[in-house]
């Protein structure tokens, strides 16, 4: 393309509700809407579309959402009955639960506490109530009572609870909310709580791993229910086959189980497990001996021998089983707990069984079969919807059993005045729900009794550093793996990942691998109905697993089909049956989300509908040919169509890990190989990348550990926050005070909206040396630019002040500034008003007062007896808020409040507007940080032709190990826009192409290869080099000169040891460490040593008496009772201090006194 | 070619940067600096002047010199600007010392030969006198207007003083200051910078004490938006270029700088607009054809001015000052 025809990027004024609707005006690649479309250049409108649709943290929101409709629901249902064990009459049925709206309520109400930033704002928890219909027996009668409220749920932000969804900007505004805020996260006591994205191995599947040192073959299977989690193993021993149970005391010899559950037949075991494969039974038939040696031989044989390795864990008053029950009650709940059994139909289990014990001989023949677990196909993520499911169910069971205790003990009581009601006692424990709940999100520990699960670090608080590192946070997934163990496995990029989490962002050290991000176009599937499933599958041709004959059910071509794990038939044409199957969910008939695949070595078709699988959208191919049209294309452009209508007309299909697999999937168009069989093509290849890694211009061109840390580092660049930035009062805020958006964008940039909410600023860099303080990374800025606002930043900090009420009525005020003789303010009260409050806008100073709150001086005096004093004429005693700092500050907002429990809460802002200095650190975005080495006059840096002198002058050096090739084409197209008077696109895989960069460069009389001849800013004369220079977008990053200086001459010391304190934050000395202390005695400089070990740190003058060698005072040893031989000395106190403990244990030391020389 | 006052542009380096025209440096020729061969030699050309811009030649000058006048022009003219900002009242969005900033960096159309220099030594409540300071005040309340037009969404319409600008900054003259500032009032050089956006209810009530001040101390004070000069770019044809050749060789070029007689044959036109983009070295064809060059004692200055002064006035300026420096080295006692 000309790049004379390249047209700047329209920014349309326009106010629109629909942030997206931009997205889809901008002309790209130079087009216009009334341009012809092109299938290949345009397909990634669907992008957009789909994040209009889905959002970037549309995964929590879905979980969220399907919790409280669905979820909720399925809970109550479960734990609907409460008995009592007294009364045989009394009962307490749910009916329903709802959060957020009463049944009576109009319908689109959402009732919670208060906007979401009141609630931030004022410590409060931002929740709805929810309410349960119930019926219960009063006397006789039995009675409806509808909204009765058990507790308080907090509600998730933009989730269909929230009062913020749906609604427009301007609405949004009106709430103090940001609308390009992403929700997804809860508001406890205050602070912004996520829940991060959990990664576990999957459940009920089984998993087939191999010890080939061991010569061990285990096939596992984590059974999980709302009653409880087992996991039931078959493994190998000497080439045996058992099972193996944590409630079974024993490992059990496969057939012995596979009789227990009613398979007493040899042969059929043996058509079961092996088929007709003449090698799986030869591995197998050892089995049956052992069986034979053991003597059991039928069911009930069976049944006794497992009954009798049971260990039993009875409860309280439940009758004692016999062996044969025990056995009975093994097989049927607790192996494979996930399997109900009923009317001890046991043959479902065993052919899960016999599946299972299939699966190890397989790897036992072949030990390529087995499963691999860090494949992403075999992970499930558990998201915030499930984790609260889980401590919701936990509480209510709890709340029905504190209210099953409460009513036993109330009908117990034999004559009773009045009529029970059951009313009564309930809304006593409501409490517990709503604190539970609150407690578990704001501290992270999420404790289960059922499942004896003790999880901490759940939930973080949501970082607010900037935009992205918000973002950033939301799309993050940790892992359930432990992060000292020096495993390479899960840590490694699976091949699986691609499309479904980011390549590029993980952090580095010791979580590096082990917490990952969403890519950009995924989503995460929720739990789906089996049931109509399992129907579907019988009537597109599948035979019931109940009604095959065991010898063809591993007969060749005979395909089994497994339904989330479990065996439910099979078909003898499966990829027909597959082929049926995905026509349907083409067309809508069933959920877009179920997947299904085909695995030609287990000879078996899977269905999967369960939750947490990472799914995304591929177009859909069909003889060669895309599916998705020009004509498509252009409905969606003009509105007509949305993301969903893809979906609905089969022309775009979500695919998870394990059906991606089992595709062929085209890179690009010109990837559509007719000798192929090609199912799917690619939407965008950027989207491999998530939400932070898609900031990066040209990542294609950087070497990857480049991009990784640019993903950790643009979570620390100061920039814009949100809209309503300067309404929030955090603890600490930075914000940029002009942030640009980047000269070289990406299509991600203007997909999650840095470009409205930027971090950084593009500067005009040199890449020469200049000086000698650019050495090691560091970067040279120019005064003049710092002068008129570069990097500019500035810092926001809270400070909290209580206003506590004392039992004995009195409490806590804020008094007002106190005056000199002149009626000046004193120097401390300078920054406060006659209120006692610092004024807005007033210079906060070090040592001075921001709140001068006062303390009753008899607040721990009893409350009686008081009651003659009058509330004015109690004495207080001054306890100010003081600011400490190296610089002042300025006081930016003021909030007084009144929190939950009664009590004033003041919360003071104090900012800081802050220039760049020496040490501050910056970065552009291509993993290359460094900080400012010396700052420059305008005059003496170089300049070109046009008299443009740089901002940043980056040493050359930082490439040849760097690689960073990303960062010069950055330089070239910024260049390029900045003549050219448009944005450039960096975009991963696409953007402008370098070439036609280096042309508009020449076209505007600058070198094709952006180096221009300077002229030293000092001497006047060009340089003798061409230099490398251009606009590179910098971010400046949190670390800050200010915020770590630190030098103390005399200060604060530890009470015990009297030595000084530790950390900046106390004041503290700078250690003299073990090394430096090598380094001192390796000198010689043995006075040194002393001052800085000793007198500078804690020396200490003892008595010692010369004649025992104990320390004595004042000149007398108490030992030898005398004031002779005791001589003055000094020691370090720490010494002192040891001798003194080392005396309470009984040991004397007794120091020895000779002449020094 | 033997120029010695020609710095070579080659593909990847620049040749012959430092003058050698200085005594001892060769063995023949006289170098030693005299007035009289200056006077002969120096020639300034301005090829244009405007109220803002000035661009003109300065010839047969040493590097030192030249480089001296940008230097000085960028930080040592003295200019006015706001220095102090006293707030009264700000409860628009922006916060005090962002606009404080914003404030300073306002160019102001003042002479700057008016005022004194502010005596920092002193106490900041006598600092500023009427000679040395000028108070500008900016007052403005947002309000709603009542006559907006119906659905209109633009501030500007539905408010009234939605925008403030650099020239709602209002000259508060101080005791003699209404007589000597009577025939040039002190207003913003461009009227129109934005300085914050308010919404009815929102209310900016400050003083700005603004003072003489120099580049190198804040770049609020430089009087200029850039001073700088480039070398007068030399383009020599070796061996003629003709043909399809000639046409390649001219695009290679801005418009202007290569034009092509009536033999088809290129030829230097105006060297003068020529940016030195390099690009004919760039192709083999022209390879020992060309050689691209500047004269290293021919300076093309642009004199971009913020608007306190004309570019000339700065200019000159930048001379006193050097001259004023010059006298002060030479009464220096180690100079003599």
């Known amino acids: 393309m000309a790049p004379s025809k390249r047209k700047a990027v329209k920014l349309e004024e326009a106010e629109s509700d629909e942030a997206f609707q931009d997205l889809f005006q901008h002309e790209y690649r130079g087009k216009k809407l009334t341009d012809e479309i092109n299938t290949v250049e345009d397909k990634w409108n669907l992008l957009p579309a789909f994040l209009k649709v889905k959002g970037l943290v549309k995964q929590h929101l879905d979980s969220f959402n399907y919790f409280v409709d669905v979820d909720l629901k399925k809970i109550i249902r479960a734990n609907e009955l409460v008995l009592s064990d007294v009364d045989p009459e009394f009962y307490l049925k749910y009916l329903d639960i709802r959060v957020g709206h009463k049944s009576s309520s109009a319908p689109g109400t959402k009732e919670v506490i208060l906007p979401p930033h009141e609630c931030r704002l004022r410590d409060l928890t931002y929740s709805a109530p929810i309410y349960v219909d119930v019926e219960y027996t009063r006397g006789r009668k039995i009675i409806m009572h509808k909204d009765l409220e058990i507790g308080r749920m907090p509600v998730m932000l933009r989730s269909n609870k929230c009062i913020l969804d749906g609604i427009n900007e301007k609405q949004m505004a009106r709430f103090d909310e940001c609308p390009l805020d992403p929700g997804g996260y809860f508001v406890v006591n205050g602070t912004e709580k996520v829940i991060l994205v959990q990664e576990q191995l999957s459940k009920n599947r089984i998993i087939v791993e191999a010890d080939e040192k061991k010569n061990i073959v285990q096939a596992s299977v984590t059974s999980s229910t709302h009653e409880r989690k087992s996991k039931t193993y078959v493994i190998t021993k000497n080439d045996k086959i058992y099972l193996k149970h944590n409630s079974i005391s024993e490992d059990i010899p496969i057939v012995i189980v596979l009789k227990a559950a009613g398979i007493t037949s040899d042969l059929e075991i043996l058509q079961l497990v092996c088929g007709s494969d003449p090698q799986y039974q030869d591995l197998f038939v050892v089995n049956f001996e052992e069986a034979a040696k053991l003597e059991v031989f039928t069911q009930q044989q069976a049944l006794n021998y497992v009954g009798k390795r049971v260990k039993t864990i009875r409860r309280a008053g439940a009758p004692k089983l016999s062996i044969l029950q025990e056995g009975i009650e093994a097989i049927a709940t607790t192996i494979i707990a996930h399997l109900t059994v009923a009317d001890l139909q046991f043959r479902e289990k065993a052919l899960y069984i016999a599946t299972m014990a299939r699966r190890v001989v397989m790897t036992m023949h072949n030990p390529k079969m087995v499963d691999d677990r860090d494949y992403v196909g075999n992970k499930r993520l558990e998201l915030a919807g499930q984790l609260m499911s889980l401590l919701f169910e936990d509480l209510f069971k709890k709340f029905n059993s504190d209210f099953k205790a409460n009513i036993d003990k109330i009908l117990k009581k034999p004559s009773r005045t009045s009529e029970f009601d059951a009313l009564l006692s309930i809304n006593i424990h409501s409490n517990n729900i709503t604190m539970g709940l609150n407690r578990a999100i704001s501290t992270g520990n999420w404790s289960l009794k059922r499942f004896k699960m003790e999880r901490a670090g759940v939930t973080h608080v949501l970082s607010r550093l900037s935009y992205i590192s918000a973002l950033g946070m939301m799309t993050r997934i940790s892992s359930q793996f432990e992060k000292s163990r020096k495993v390479s496995g899960p840590r490694a990029l699976q091949p699986s990942q691609f499309g479904m989490l980011c390549t590029s962002d993980t952090p580095e050290g010791e979580a590096c691998g082990l917490v990952k991000n969403l890519a950009l176009m995924t989503h995460i599937t929720t739990d789906d109905e089996e049931a109509p499933i399992r129907n579907l599958c019988f009537v597109l041709g599948c035979e019931n697993i109940l009604g095959i004959d065991s010898a063809t059910l591993h007969s060749r071509g005979n395909y089994g089909i497994y339904l989330n794990g479990t065996l439910i038939g099979t078909s003898r044409f499966p990829s027909k049956f597959v082929t049926e199957f995905r026509r349907l969910r083409r067309s809508g008939k069933l959920s877009e989300f179920v997947s299904i695949y085909t695995n030609t070595h287990q000879q078996a078709v899977h269905i999967a509908t369960d939750g947490g699988r990472i799914c995304r959208p591929l177009i859909i191919v069909k003889n060669n040919e895309p599916m998705v049209k020009a004509e498509h294309l252009l409905r969606l452009r003009n509105g007509e169509w949305a993301f969903d209508d893809f979906l609905t007309h089969g022309l775009v299909e979500y695919l998870d890990v394990n059906e991606e697999n089992d595709s062929l999937i085209a890179l690009y168009e010109k990837d559509l190989d007719p000798n192929q069989a090609i199912t799917h093509l690619e939407i965008e290849p950027f989207t491999v990348l998530g939400a932070v890694a898609g900031l990066i211009p040209y990542p294609h061109h950087n070497q990857s550990p480049r991009n990784t840390y640019q993903c950790a580092m643009g979570k620390q660049a100061i920039g814009a926050i949100a809209y309503n930035q300067f309404r929030r009062i955090d603890t600490l805020l930075y914000f940029m005070v002009y942030p640009q958006q980047p000269m070289v964008k990406t299509k991600t940039i203007e997909l999650i909206d840095y470009d409205k909410l930027p971090a950084g600023q593009n500067a005009t860099v040199a890449v020469m040396s200049y000086s000698g303080y650019d050495i090691e990374d560091a970067l040279v800025l120019n005064k003049a630019s710092i002068d008129r606002g570069f990097g500019r930043c500035q810092v926001v900090r809270k400070n909290t002040i209580q206003l506590k009420r004392y039992p004995n009525h009195t409490k806590d005020i804020v008094s007002g500034m106190r005056v000199d003789e002149d009626g000046q303010p004193i120097f401390p009260h300078q920054a406060l008003g006659p209120d006692g409050l610092g004024e807005i806008g007033a210079r906060v100073e070090n040592g001075q007062v921001y709140v001068n709150k006062c303390v009753p001086t008899n607040a721990g005096e009893s409350v009686l007896g008081h009651n003659e004093q009058t509330p004015g004429a109690e004495s207080h005693r001054e306890t100010p808020a003081y600011y400490k700092g190296p610089e002042p500050s300025y006081v930016d907002q003021v909030m007084m409040s009144v929190s939950d429990n009664d009590q004033a809460l003041i919360k003071v802002l104090l900012r800081q507007t802050r220039r760049p200095e020496l040490g501050d650190k910056f970065s552009s975005r291509h993993g290359q940080k460094g900080v400012c080495g010396i700052i420059v006059q305008q005059e003496d840096l170089p300049f070109n032709d046009d008299g443009i002198s740089p901002d940043i002058i980056m040493n050359p050096h930082g490439f040849p190990s760097r690689m960073t090739v990303g960062k010069m084409i950055e330089l070239i197209s910024g260049k390029a826009g900045v003549l050219n008077g448009t944005l450039e696109y960096g975009t991963c895989f696409g953007g402008s192409k370098l070439e036609d960069m280096s042309k508009i460069l020449v076209e505007k009389g600058f070198s094709y290869s952006g180096k221009d001849m300077l002229y030293s800013g000092i001497t006047g004369e060009c340089l003798q080099a061409y230099i490398f220079f251009g606009p590179i977008y910098y971010q400046k990053l949190k670390h800050m000169v200010l915020d770590k200086m630190h030098a103390r001459a005399r200060g604060p010391r530890a009470v015990l040891t009297r030595q000084p304190t530790e950390g900046r934050s106390r004041d503290g000395g700078l250690r003299l460490g073990e090394m430096e202390r090598d380094c001192v005695i390796a000198y010689g400089a043995s006075q040194l040593l002393l001052e800085r070990l000793m007198i500078s740190s804690d020396a200490f003058e003892v008595d010692v008496c010369n004649k025992c060698g104990l320390m004595g005072y004042n000149s007398w040893c108490t030992t030898c009772k005398s004031f002779e031989n005791v001589i003055k000395m000094t020691i370090p106190y720490a010494a002192k201090l040891l001798f003194q403990e080392l005396l309470s244990m009984n040991i004397a030391p007794r120091l020895k006194l000779g002449d020094v020389f | ?336």
């Open chain 2, 1 to 336: 070619m033997s120029d010695n006052t020609i710095v070579g542009i080659e593909y990847n380096r620049v040749t012959n940067t430092s003058s050698t025209d200085f005594p001892g440096h060769q063995a023949n020729g006289d170098y030693s600096w005299d007035i009289e061969k200056f006077k002969d030699s120096f020639e300034i050309n301005i090829s244009h002047i405007t109220e803002r811009t000035a661009n003109f030649d300065l010839i047969h000058i040493d590097t030192s010199i030249a480089n001296a006048f940008r230097r000085i022009m960028i930080s040592e003219v003295p200019s006015v600007a706001a220095e102090a900002v006293y707030m009264f009242m700000n409860t628009s969005v922006i916060q005090d010392e962002v606009l404080a900033h914003r404030i300073g960096l306002i160019p102001l159309k003042v002479d700057p030969d008016l005022l004194n220099w502010v005596d920092k030594t002193q106490d900041e409540n006598d600092r500023y006198t009427e000679d040395n300071t000028i108070v500008l005040s900016l007052d403005v309340v947002c309000t709603k207007n009542p006559h907006a037009p119906k659905n209109s969404t633009d501030p500007k319409e539905l408010y009234r003083n939605a925008h403030v600008y650099a020239k709602d900054l209002k000259f508060e003259p101080q005791g003699t200051q209404v007589e000597s500032f009577k025939n040039s009032p002190v207003v913003p050089s461009d009227p129109d910078i934005l300085l914050a956006k308010l919404r009815p209810g929102q209310e900016i009530s400050l003083r700005a004490h603004c003072v003489l001040g120099i580049g190198a101390d804040h770049a609020k004070f430089s009087p200029v938006a850039t001073a700088s000069y480039r070398l007068m770019p030399t383009i020599d044809i070796i061996e003629p270029i003709r043909g399809d050749s000639a046409k390649r060789f001219q695009q290679c070029f801005p418009s202007g700088v290569i034009d092509i007689n009536s033999n088809g044959e290129a030829y230097v036109k105006d060297s003068r607009k020529d940016t030195v983009s390099r690009e004919v070295l760039r192709h083999e064809e022209f390879d020992g054809k060309v050689k691209l060059g500047r004269k290293r004692d021919h300076f093309i200055f642009n004199v971009e001015s913020t608007g306190a002064m004309s570019p000339e006035e700065i200019f000159f300026k930048s001379v006193r000052v050097l001259k004023n420096k010059a006298d002060y080295l030479r009464n220096c006692p180690i100079g003599q």
